[in-house]
C-alpha cells in the first residue's frame, strides 16, 4: 500500500502545532459583539441562511448516511451541503475556520489545539456520549517484543497529531512515567498510520475504529492499552460562530435529528453497520464490530463536561504539547444563546 503525503496540510498542520497567534485574539471580542448584534436582528424565525454545510470524516458519520437532516431542513428551505471526507478531526477544524464547514463532530483534542493556535471561530455546541474505550488503542503487531506501554520509549510511534490519540498516547505514556518527547512521533492522517502500521514501517500505531477494527482482522495485532478511563469525554460537535449565531433554530435542529438517529444507531448496531457498508466499502461483520464498540448519543454542554474538557486542556499545557493555558469558555456561546440551540431532549 502507499502511503499519500499532502503536503499542503502538513504545512498548515505544523504551523497549528506551532501555533502562531495569527493576531485572531485582538479581534475576538469585537468580532462575539458583532454577532451578537446581528443575532438581535434576525426574524424570529431563528435563521438567516440559505444553506448549511456539514462535515463527514473518513470514518463514517451516521447522520449522513442515514439521511435524517434533510427533510427537516427541506421543509425550512434550507439546503444540505455534505463536506468532505476529511481524514480526522484537526483537518475538518481547518475547514469549518476557513468558512467551508459550519457543523462537524471531532474528538476533545483538536478544538483544544485549535483554540491554543488563536482560532476563535470554532465554538463548542454539544458534547458526544463516551464509548467504553475499546474503540482505540496504541497497538502492535502480535510478534512485537514490545510488550508494554513502557516499551515504546524511544520507538517510532503513529497517530493524527491534534487528534483524540494525540491525547491517548500522551496519558498512556504519563501512566508509565513517561512523556510525548519520549517516543519519535510520526504524525499521519489515520488513513496513512494505519497503512504505515501494515508495512511495517512504524513500532507503533494510536489506532481508532473503523481503522483498527480492520486490521485486527486482517494481521495478529496486541492492544497494549485502550482508551478506558481515558477518552472519557466521546468528543464534541462543534460549530462556526459566525453560522451558529446568525442560525440557531438550523443549528437545534441539526442537534435534535443527530441524537435521535444516535439513539436508533445505539438499539440496531446490524443496521448500522449495512448502512455503512456502501459508503466505506468495509465488510458488514466489522462494521457491526465497530457500531457495538461506538456510543452515538449527544449530551448537552453541562459545567461537568466543560470542566472536564478543561482538565484536557490543562493536561496538554503541563505537558508543554501547547505553549500556553487556555480557558474553554472562551469557545463557548453566551447561556441565552447556547439554551437555543440546545434540544430539549438532550440530557
Same mark, same amino acid.
Given at each position: 500500500?502507499?502511503?499519500?503525503?499532502?503536503?499542503?496540510?502538513?504545512?498548515?498542520?505544523?504551523?497549528?502545532?506551532?501555533?502562531?497567534?495569527?493576531?485572531?485574539?485582538?479581534?475576538?471580542?469585537?468580532?462575539?459583539?458583532?454577532?451578537?448584534?446581528?443575532?438581535?436582528?434576525?426574524?424570529? +424565525?431563528?435563521?438567516?441562511?440559505?444553506? *448549511?454545510?456539514?462535515?463527514?470524516?473518513?470514518?463514517?458519520?451516521?447522520?449522513?448516511?442515514?439521511?435524517?437532516?434533510?427533510?427537516?431542513?427541506?421543509?425550512?428551505?434550507?439546503?444540505?451541503?455534505?463536506?468532505?471526507?476529511?481524514?480526522?478531526?484537526?483537518?475538518? *477544524?481547518?475547514?469549518?475556520?476557513?468558512? +467551508?464547514?459550519? *457543523?462537524?463532530?471531532?474528538?476533545?483534542?483538536?478544538?483544544?489545539?485549535?483554540?491554543?493556535?488563536? *482560532?476563535?471561530?470554532?465554538?463548542?455546541?454539544?458534547?458526544?456520549?463516551?464509548? +467504553?474505550?475499546?474503540?482505540?488503542?496504541?497497538?502492535?503487531r502480535a510478534d512485537s517484543?514490545?510488550?508494554?506501554?513502557?516499551?515504546?520509549?524511544?520507538?517510532?510511534?503513529?497517530?493524527?497529531?491534534? %487528534?483524540?490519540?494525540?491525547?491517548?498516547?500522551?496519558?498512556?505514556?504519563?501512566?508509565?512515567?513517561? /512523556?510525548? %518527547?519520549?517516543?519519535?512521533?510520526?504524525?499521519?492522517?489515520?488513513?496513512?498510520?494505519?497503512?504505515?502500521?501494515?508495512?511495517?514501517?512504524?513500532?507503533? =500505531?494510536?489506532?481508532?475504529?473503523?481503522?483498527?477494527? &480492520?486490521?485486527?482482522?486482517?494481521?495478529?495485532?496486541? @492492544?497494549?492499552? @485502550?482508551?478506558?478511563?481515558?477518552?472519557?469525554?466521546?468528543?464534541?460537535?462543534?460549530?462556526?460562530?459566525?453560522?451558529?449565531?446568525?442560525?440557531?433554530?438550523?443549528?437545534?435542529?441539526?442537534?435534535?435529528?443527530?441524537?435521535?438517529?444516535?439513539? =436508533?444507531?445505539?438499539?440496531?448496531?446490524?443496521?448500522?453497520?449495512?448502512?455503512?457498508?456502501?459508503?466505506?466499502?468495509?465488510?458488514?461483520?466489522?462494521?457491526? /464490530?465497530?457500531?457495538?464498540?461506538?456510543?452515538y448519543r449527544l449530551r448537552r454542554?453541562?459545567?461537568?463536561?466543560?470542566?472536564?474538557?478543561?482538565?484536557?486542556?490543562?493536561?496538554?499545557?503541563?505537558?508543554?504539547?501547547?505553549?500556553?493555558?487556555? @480557558?474553554?469558555?472562551?469557545?463557548?456561546?453566551?447561556?441565552?444563546?447556547?439554551?437555543?440551540?440546545?434540544?430539549?431532549? &438532550?440530557?
Amino acid at each position: 500500500m502507499k502511503i499519500p503525503f499532502l503536503d499542503q496540510r502538513r504545512k498548515f498542520f505544523k504551523q497549528l502545532v506551532q501555533y502562531s497567534a495569527l493576531g485572531l485574539f485582538a479581534f475576538s471580542t469585537p468580532l462575539v459583539g458583532s454577532l451578537l448584534q446581528s443575532t438581535q436582528a434576525q426574524t424570529q +424565525r431563528g435563521f438567516v441562511a440559505k444553506e *448549511i454545510n456539514l462535515a463527514y470524516q473518513t470514518s463514517g458519520d451516521i447522520v449522513k448516511v442515514r439521511k435524517v437532516v434533510e427533510p427537516r431542513f427541506k421543509a425550512l428551505g434550507i439546503k444540505v451541503n455534505w463536506v468532505g471526507p476529511f481524514p480526522a478531526g484537526p483537518q475538518l *477544524i481547518e475547514a469549518m475556520n476557513a468558512g +467551508r464547514v459550519d *457543523i462537524g463532530t471531532v474528538g476533545e483534542t483538536p478544538p483544544i489545539f485549535s483554540q491554543a493556535a488563536g *482560532i476563535t471561530e470554532v465554538i463548542y455546541i454539544a458534547g458526544r456520549t463516551p464509548s +467504553r474505550g475499546q474503540n482505540q488503542g496504541v497497538v502492535v503487531r502480535a510478534d512485537s517484543p514490545i510488550k508494554k506501554v513502557a516499551d515504546i520509549k524511544g520507538k517510532k510511534v503513529a497517530f493524527q497529531r491534534g %487528534s483524540n490519540a494525540h491525547y491517548l498516547l500522551a496519558k498512556a505514556l504519563q501512566e508509565v512515567g513517561l /512523556k510525548i %518527547s519520549d517516543v519519535q512521533i510520526v504524525g499521519l492522517t489515520p488513513s496513512e498510520a494505519r497503512d504505515a502500521f501494515i508495512q511495517n514501517k512504524v513500532d507503533v =500505531w494510536v489506532a481508532s475504529d473503523p481503522f483498527l477494527a &480492520l486490521v485486527e482482522k486482517i494481521i495478529p495485532i496486541r @492492544n497494549l492499552r @485502550n482508551a478506558a478511563k481515558i477518552n472519557t469525554l466521546g468528543g464534541f460537535y462543534l460549530g462556526r460562530r459566525r453560522f451558529v449565531t446568525q442560525n440557531p433554530e438550523l443549528v437545534r435542529v441539526f442537534l435534535e435529528e443527530a441524537d435521535k438517529v444516535g439513539e =436508533w444507531a445505539e438499539k440496531n448496531p446490524t443496521e448500522v453497520a449495512k448502512a455503512f457498508a456502501p459508503e466505506l466499502k468495509l465488510e458488514v461483520s466489522v462494521l457491526e /464490530k465497530v457500531a457495538r464498540r461506538r456510543t452515538y448519543r449527544l449530551r448537552r454542554l453541562s459545567p461537568t463536561i466543560i470542566a472536564e474538557q478543561q482538565r484536557v486542556a490543562d493536561f496538554y499545557f503541563q505537558e508543554k504539547i501547547i505553549p500556553r493555558k487556555i @480557558n474553554i469558555k472562551d469557545a463557548l456561546l453566551p447561556p441565552q444563546l447556547s439554551a437555543a440551540i440546545t434540544p430539549k431532549r &438532550l440530557k
